[in-house]
């Protein structure tokens, strides 16, 4: 029989903290696994393969913004951000390491876990293939097509898999249901994050930055995912 609880890696160096947290936790369904260092934190993700994480970014020798660029050279697990730093630099130097989502502290626990479930929401979803298009051809070049394939979770460019975390994956598969037409960013704030009153729209700045980087093929001057100033991002197909 599979795991039934969700395996969720915390990762916080503060005891004060770390504690109640995982208690929280376990008692909203998580199977909980601590890390108080980031070294730790690498070596659990690589034995035990968790099913989420929240990671501090103040954590000793090798912050958070580091676990999370280890973490991304090889996993796609979302990952959410539980900090102090509550300051602009910072939380979009934790989103373009690769979070999915960033939490300000003082925080209430049940903020953390309306997060946590909403990224849940989103694998799930994810997972579902009855309602939507086996496969979106977005650029037809002759040689190296991209192709988004939502019912299988692959982005193809030619016979290369892109590798792209959950977030940017539902951030194209939104914009690809719409071509041609432009989604302000509080609309995918609640398509994408499905918690758009919690929401900051540099989540959504962020991580089109970091989508382009992958499906355009020249990200400094975009042609695909194009931003309408003002208004917010529209994706045409080439």
Not at 48 to 64: Q, S, T
Request: charged share 30%.
């Amino acid at each position: 029989m599979g795991r039934v609880s969700p395996r969720l890696l915390l990762v916080e160096d503060d005891d004060h903290i770390r504690m109640p947290l995982r208690w929280a936790l376990e008692d909203e369904g998580y199977e909980v696994a601590e890390a108080a260092s980031g070294e730790d934190a690498c070596r659990q993700v690589a034995i035990a393969a968790p099913d989420l994480m929240i990671v501090d970014l103040m954590l000793g020798a090798m912050d958070g913004y580091a676990v999370i660029r280890e973490v991304r050279r090889a996993n796609d697990l979302p990952i959410v951000v539980v900090s102090a730093r509550a300051d602009t630099h910072d939380i979009v130097a934790a989103l373009e390491a690769g979070a999915d989502d960033y939490v300000t502290k003082p925080f209430q626990v049940k903020e953390i876990t309306a997060r946590l479930r909403a990224l849940r929401r989103r694998i799930s979803a994810s997972a579902g293939v009855d309602e939507r298009p086996q496969e979106l051809v977005l650029d037809n070049h002759p040689e190296t097509p991209l192709v988004l394939r939502p019912d299988r979770g692959t982005v193809h460019r030619g016979t290369e898999q892109l590798h792209l975390t959950l977030t940017e994956f539902r951030l194209l598969c939104e914009l690809a249901a719409s071509p041609g037409r432009v989604l302000s960013r509080q609309a995918l704030l609640e398509r994408v994050w499905e918690h758009g009153f919690f929401g900051d729209e540099r989540l959504v700045d962020v991580h089109v930055r970091r989508l382009r980087t992958k499906v355009e093929r020249d990200p400094g001057a975009p042609t695909l995912v194009v931003t309408v100033r003002g208004l917010g991002y529209r994706l045409d197909p080439q």
